[in-house]
């Protein structure tokens, strides 16, 4: 399985971005599909995700401002609003299929105030 993410760049504080993640490579639907991003020094960490029974699920720092999206191609979005340069990161889409965790190389999110 194959992820590919786009959408990234650099944006002023207050702006939106849509992010896009096709996987590719999966004989199945996939489920559980989300986003988590990485700042410079820092863990990578939940943005937002889908779970298995389709639920999201947000980071705290980001409820209200962004939302995670589906479509039935194995493909996940996320739009970001009121972004701000906290939010500063690469984004990298995440597929779990049978327990099995799959990364894409990551896009980068610049937010300059």
């Known amino acids: 399985v194959q992820l590919q993410a786009s959408g990234g760049g650099l944006v002023q504080a207050g702006g939106s971005l849509r992010l896009s993640c096709a996987a590719s490579?999966?004989?199945?639907?996939?489920?559980?599909m989300g986003w988590y991003r990485q700042a410079p020094g820092k863990q990578r960490e939940l943005v937002a995700r889908?779970?298995?029974?389709?639920?999201t699920v947000y980071a705290d720092s980001v409820k209200d401002r962004f939302t995670i999206s589906r479509d039935n191609a194995n493909k996940v979005y996320l739009q970001m609003n009121s972004l701000k340069p906290e939010d500063t990161a690469v984004y990298y889409c995440?597929?779990?299929?049978?327990?099995?965790?799959?990364w894409g190389k990551g896009t980068q999110v610049t937010v300059s105030s």
């Open positions: 889908f779970t298995s029974g389709g639920s």
């Open positions: 995440n597929a779990v299929i049978t327990d099995k965790a799959y």
């Open positions: 490579g999966s004989r199945v639907s996939i489920s559980r």
